[in-house]
């Protein structure tokens, strides 16, 4: 009775196997064969990222995804950053950015919703099968003037169907706000007087790794933000799965 | 992996006489929004060497750096075949900054120790504490926390005390900092290197307890990235 049921279970696994193979088998036979130098249109990649927020009490804007080559990258620690990343910095709205206009961003998508503390949150994004394949992922806290966590230029191009990379996001300044703190400046729910984006850059104007919040339990009366506000690196944790 | 499984069966003399000079460009980052680092020390060295060891008291020549940003003594007290290259930057390295691309012989020294002070900061310094240099061809991303010497209070009074064993912070080179505090404490508990707590910091510019502005003058670590790319 057991021989025979675990026999069951190897044969059910084996025409598993065979029918997932041959899926496999007949697109790569399409690309080996039948296309050799023309680009093949169909042939897609496709990833799941799924980020959890690490922080205590900040909240996540939607998720700004993209797939896309070498030579773009979304900031860059010293250098003054984009209208658009100020824009989902201050403000967490991913749109501008999103809509990119280059040739080097394949594809982008948003996630739905924000992400709260200790939520996690899946995206699909997928682009057409190219030699380079970069990831850039972020994301406001919220209960911030311009703080964002996230990654660019990750590279994806080494990644296997059904294979799996995780990273911790650190958290950045986007430098285009000063970490004033006080009502009127912040967008989430810390401050019920919140405000986004400002065209107005009254801080450094360089992307650097965020110093932190003070908070008004540290000594900083005016600060809307208290001590459950607080957040080190990393801010939240991301997985990467190519399912195509 | 299997080149050092190797090594490490291999006798010692027999190791040691397979040490080759590298070629190295070392590039560093200041990844904070407001602190500056005096000029930066690279050091190749062997094995057994340290500039700074968690846990164990500073050195005399570490408290100088850590405390006012001079790495001369740290340099004076290397070995003959330690590779000091230093002030890298030319200067202080500003937040967000990179120093240029510096190229590096390694002789025979197979490790890698950077150190630089924090300012505004009593003691605070940038640590990089013996990275074995790998031997293949590569690019390698390093990111270095920030250490307290655990060689001074931090009191948090900007006073130009620069010199070993003054009291005080040597300067905010962002121009961006208070006068007339009062001082945040006048007892540390842990007198050996350890990371940094961070600075306290306050709001009010003409007094209060810190002369460190407490939104701008903070830091999460890491602190720096260091891109060591072996030729």
Known sequence: ?244 | MKTKSLLSILPLSLASAMAFSQSIDVEITNLTHGIHFTPILVSAHDDTTHLFSAGMTASDELKAMAEGGDTGPLMAASAESVVDTDNLASGLLAPSASTPVTAIETGVNTHLSIVAMMLPTNDGFIGLDGWEIPTDVGTYTVYLNGYDAGTEVNDEIINGGGTPGVLGIPAAPGMDAGTGATGVTDMESNATVHIHRGNTGDTNLTGGISDVDSRIHRWLNPVAKVVVTVK
């Open chain 1, 1 to 244: 009775m057991k021989y025979l049921s675990s026999k069951s279970t190897t044969l059910a696994v084996t025409i598993l196997a065979a029918s997932l193979l041959s899926a496999c088998g007949s697109s790569s036979d399409d690309d080996d064969v039948v296309v050799v130098d023309v680009p093949d249109e169909t042939a897609m990649v496709s990833y799941d990222i799924t980020l959890t927020n690490l922080t205590a009490n900040q909240p996540l804007s939607p998720l700004a995804a993209q797939l896309h080559a070498s030579d773009y990258q979304a900031w860059k620690v010293g250098s003054v950053a984009s209208e658009s990343l100020e824009i989902l910095a201050e403000g967490g709205d991913n749109a501008a950015l999103l809509a990119v206009d280059s040739a080097s961003v394949y594809s982008a998508v948003s996630g739905t919703g924000a992400v709260a503390p200790g939520v996690t949150q899946t995206l699909t994004i997928s682009a057409e099968e190219a030699g380079e394949m970069e990831l850039t992922l972020l994301t406001m806290l919220v209960n911030t003037n311009d703080a964002f966590a996230g990654k660019t230029g990750l590279d994806l191009s080494a990644l296997a169907m059904g294979e799996s990379m995780k990273q911790f996001l650190p958290v950045y300044d986007a430098g285009t706000e000063g970490n004033s703190e006080l009502a009127g400046t912040i967008p989430g729910p810390a401050d019920e007087a919140g405000e986004g984006f400002n065209m107005a850059r009254d801080d450094v104007d360089f992307v650097a790794r965020h110093p932190g919040v003070v908070g008004m339990d540290h000594g900083y009366s005016e600060s809307v933000l208290n001590s459950t506000h607080g957040f080190d690196s990393p801010a939240a944790v991301l997985t990467v799965t190519r399912t195509q």
